[in-house]
């Protein structure tokens, strides 16, 4: 059995897509987590499958690098309209389902490899959060903890700290350090599900500029924001601590095409 694939990158978070309107491929935790093992699979951070979705373009199914099908992902769905326009769905403007609900993405630009994304995300409502920390979900849950000299902090360790404590141990939680510079932010994540630092996260990216919103009423609607893998720019309409209209914006580039055979 051959399962055709393509690997795609969001600001160094990747992905292994697969084209599913016709396979019906139903891939179980092992083989997933296999695929996505650096050493002895094809690696990348996570595996989605495009299906389709009656009155949409296609829906979006994506599973974690441990196997387990998780919440939504911001950078996985600028990749997946991408993934998509290979396929001939839709055109610059796109529609598409995930676990989260509906959401619309836009093509802005092509470069050679790659094209500039932004993607709708869903409305937020800030509830939780103190002198230190927010905890926001942007269609996937996220501890967003403002520090300093983020570039290099252990995040590793602060995220497990987190992530494994009393709380979140059976859920699990994704944990974000931003640090505010006069232009931008400077934000790392650190995934559940890969249990690691990621080189970006769209949710996280989009919760930590959410959090720095609250603490800057002046805001002008928008952040540009930094990760180790890239450059995305979160724009928002805020009320108090509701967040609407809100997109997440970035490169995605092709790496390669391929087979999965069993």
Not at 121 to 128: A, C, K
């Amino acid at each position: 059995m051959k399962i055709p694939f393509c690997k795609y990158e969001g600001t160094g978070n990747d992905f292994i897509l697969v084209d599913n309107r016709k396979l019906n491929w139903k891939p179980d935790e092992q083989t997933i987590a296999w695929l996505c093992n650096r050493h002895l699979g094809i690696g990348a951070d996570g595996l989605m499958l495009l299906s389709e979705d009656p009155g949409l373009d296609f829906r979006m199914t994506y599973y974690n690098s441990d196997g387990r099908e998780s919440t939504m992902c911001g950078n996985g769905g600028r990749c997946m309209t991408a993934f998509a326009d290979l396929l001939g769905l839709g055109g610059n403007e796109k529609s598409f389902s995930a676990i989260d609900g509906n959401h619309e993405s836009k093509i802005l630009s092509r470069f050679n490899g790659g094209m500039q994304v932004t993607l709708h995300m869903l409305d937020v409502t800030v509830g939780e959060h103190d002198a230190t920390h927010y905890y926001i979900n942007t269609g996937s849950p996220h501890y967003v903890v403002f520090a300093k000299d983020v570039m290099h902090a252990d995040i590793v360790e602060a995220g497990r700290k987190i992530r494994y404590g009393d709380r979140f141990a059976a859920e699990g939680t994704n944990v974000d350090l931003v640090e505010v510079f006069q232009d931008h932010l400077y934000v790392r994540s650190y995934e559940r599900g890969v249990e690691d630092e990621t080189l970006s996260c769209g949710t996280g990216v989009t919760a930590s500029a959410i959090a720095v919103a609250m603490e800057i009423p002046s805001n002008p609607g928008f952040f540009n924001v930094q990760t180790r893998g890239g450059n995305l720019k979160v724009s928002f309409r805020q009320l108090d601590n509701h967040f609407s209209d809100v997109w997440l914006e970035g490169p995605v580039k092709s790496i390669f095409r391929g087979e999965i055979e069993f």
